[in-house]
């Protein structure tokens, strides 16, 4: 089955620098990759996602890249706030499935 | 739009004792959900997939006799913790997926149940 791997665990980023973390996954069939946010004790929620046909995708601050050779695909937030701290979740999608793979997850935290 | 329900929030049980959960998506019918469990600092692990009117499949190492899952309609299923034991202590999510919606990959998570037993 499908294994997602994510990096780093912990981020600490000084308010108003960039983010990035990073997911690998095995399966070369996924192809939708959702990553979600996720506060403390509150349901995950989904801030940006990308399919095997785009290798890029921008939503205001926060974007995500696709790497579909190297199965990889990462997050970038910039101009961090505050509030962007969260536990960030990658998540992979094999075709076909509707099942999603969660990477391990990523506390990022902003320092003010 | 897209709103899905979890039903207690938290819940503290005796040992040995059984606790039932809903799920239930609230403005959209759900062709399927999901189950999954998160233990403290950890990622979301699934545990079942349920389809309306069908049995539920469940994921590999998880004993479908203890976590009993009913989806009866497209709007509500339920994850029953029979004879629960501390290590069952865990926050169970849910979530839901449309196969009408127009962002037809995506789940929508309930807010969480968690469950402590003592």
């Known amino acids: 089955g499908e294994n997602v791997e994510q990096h780093p665990s912990t981020l600490s980023v000084q308010e108003g620098d960039s983010a990035v973390i990073k997911c690998t996954y095995s399966d070369s069939a996924s192809n939708y990759f959702p990553w979600y946010k996720q506060e403390l004790g509150k349901r995950p929620q989904l801030i940006i996602d990308i399919r095997s046909n785009v290798g890029e995708k921008k939503d205001q601050r926060i974007a995500v890249t696709l790497n579909k050779t190297a199965k990889h695909f990462s997050l970038h937030i910039t101009e961090t706030q505050p509030e962007d701290s969260a536990v960030y979740f990658c998540a992979a999608r094999p075709g076909g499935n509707e099942k999603l793979t969660f990477g391990t997850g990523t506390r990022l935290t902003i320092i003010p | 739009g897209a709103v899905v329900s979890q039903h207690p929030s938290w819940v503290i049980c005796k040992s040995g004792t059984s606790v039932k959960i809903e799920c239930r998506s609230l403005?959209?019918?759900?062709?399927?959900m999901f189950w999954y469990r998160q233990f403290p600092k950890q990622s979301l692990m699934l545990m079942a997939t349920s389809n309306e009117g069908s049995k539920a499949t469940y994921e590999q190492g998880v004993e479908k006799d203890k976590f009993l899952i009913n989806h009866a309609s497209l709007t509500l299923s339920t994850l029953t913790v029979t004879s629960a034991h501390p290590e069952d202590s865990s926050f169970y999510i849910c979530?839901?997926?449309?196969?009408?919606?127009?962002?037809?990959?995506?789940?929508?998570f309930g807010p969480g149940t968690r469950l402590t037993v003592l």
């Open positions: 403005d959209f019918q759900a062709t399927t």
């Open positions: 979530s839901a997926k449309s196969g009408t919606s127009v962002s037809y990959n995506e789940q929508f």
